[in-house]
């Protein structure tokens, strides 16, 4: 029997940056089963479109990342459309020198086969998944709240900066079962989520209660306790329905 | 914790560099005698406002992340920039990105082992200036009237920095009891810092982050006296680059030459632009 995935997604930016400078970005297939999170680096150019173009392709064009030649052929493909994206010849200096640099950006993709029974997941970079499981918590790929570091490897808009992509690449393929909950996490909450779990404490209950703005107080209070670093916070949800 | 605030367009920072431009920094380096002081002095600081803006820099803008001033002190007291005004001061960083472009010479490697020319566009917002007596006082003053205005209008920001290259000795008075009232100005986050970096036509040796009056010499040690203790953050970023400095070292230096002026502002200003959140 073919199910459907129920997914719940908020997204809150950093705190003093506006609602569109939020460079976390996310794209979900129209059944709920393949989805992917993108958190686009904060000094660079315009990285919410970088992560927006990854997370988007991987929904429009679901590939196998094992196989390094479909993969990167992929990734040069996302990268043109980049390139397009911007009007080198109207920027002034200071863009032109800061696009040059290239964007980066995370990416962690989540594909649900009924047909398996499984679900594969992909991860370049710190965003986390969590699978919540009879009230234990497995997470990919960050096992420790203290393996979070600032440079963490990113995939770039530039193909002279993803030189080791291919070898960055972390896969889980894990069963799925009926009652599980995943979450698909930026750094900043999956930090927070591992710490608690770590600290004993089951933040499945409080997570899926959530709802937009409880979801923004809940942020605020976290930034405000220091419990959460001041940066671009979201939460993908995933249950079967 | 002090100077822990983080930098973002609500609560930027501020920085102010005050530049001696009197007619002794026509003098050349002594260790890079194909450059005046205040050439040399003009480049650094360039390249540092250079840096800033592209860490600035995103698809929609410069993000006003600093307030800045560049107070030039030769003859008189002047604006370093030339299309800002000294009244204006200090100004957003947003607001000097677009400036003159210069073509100038540099060597890469040429892929097979040698160097080749190659001409770049640099941007320029200082010229290099000599001329005059030291009005250091008159600039210090200049500067902390600035501060006393920016200050209670930014109690949440990191506390400004200030940065006084000089190659000699003030001409008009003591600047130490202006440059004591200065470090005094605070913001929540703790008190403005105030770094002196003396630089020289000399060979001699510099000194760098002295931490006792006695290893300076005479003509260095009001400027030592003048210089704020250094802060956690910034000991933190000299000890990344290998520098062993105690706890009650100031920012200061003491002959420099225009290696370690590199470093000194970059080891001064770099823990402050990690703490930009975009």
Known sequence: ?241 | MPYGAEINREQPGLFVFLVDQSKSMDDRWGLDPNKTLSQGTADVLNRLLHDLIIRSTKADGVRAYFDIAVIGYGGDVNSGFSTIALNELPTSLDKIANTRMEKRIQKVEDGTGGLVDVEVNIPVWLDPIANGPTPMCKALSFAGNMLETWVPNHQGSFPPILVNITDGKPTDGNPEPIAEKIRNLRTNDGNALLFNIHISSSRAAPVLYPSTEDLVPDEGKSLFRMSSVLPEIVIEQASGQNFSIDNSAKGFAFNADLVTLITFLDIGTRGVREKIAD
């Open chain 1, 1 to 241: 029997m073919n199910h459907n995935y129920e997914t719940s997604i908020f997204s809150v930016q950093k705190s003093g940056n506006k609602e569109e400078e939020n460079e976390d970005a996310y794209a979900i297939g129209k059944n709920g089963n393949l989805i992917a999170i993108s958190d686009g680096a904060s000094d660079s150019f315009s990285s919410r479109i970088w992560a927006q173009l990854l997370s988007q392709e991987f929904i429009d064009k679901p590939i196998d990342f094992n196989n390094k030649e479909v993969f990167l052929a992929w990734l040069e493909s996302i990268q043109q459309k980049w390139l397009e994206k911007i009007d080198w010849e109207k920027l002034p200096w200071f863009m032109k020198e800061k696009a040059k640099g290239g964007d980066f950006a995370s990416l962690l993709t989540l594909t649900i086969s009924e047909e398996r029974n499984r679900f594969i997941s992909y991860a370049i970079g710190d965003s986390c998944l969590f699978i919540i499981r009879e009230n234990k918590c497995l997470t990919f790929p960050i096992e420790k709240s203290n393996e979070f570091n600032n440079y963490p490897y990113l995939i770039s808009s530039h193909s002279k900066n993803n030189v080791h992509v291919f070898g960055k690449i972390k896969t889980l393929d894990c069963e799925i079962r009926e009652n599980d909950i995943i979450i698909m996490a930026t750094d900043s909450v999956a930090k927070w989520i591992l710490q608690e779990y770590e600290a004993g404490s089951d933040v499945s209950i409080q997570l899926t209660k959530m709802d937009s703005e409880l979801f923004k107080d809940f942020v605020k209070g976290l930034r405000r306790s220091k419990e959460l670093r001041n940066d671009d916070s979201t939460i993908i949800l995933i249950k079967r329905s």
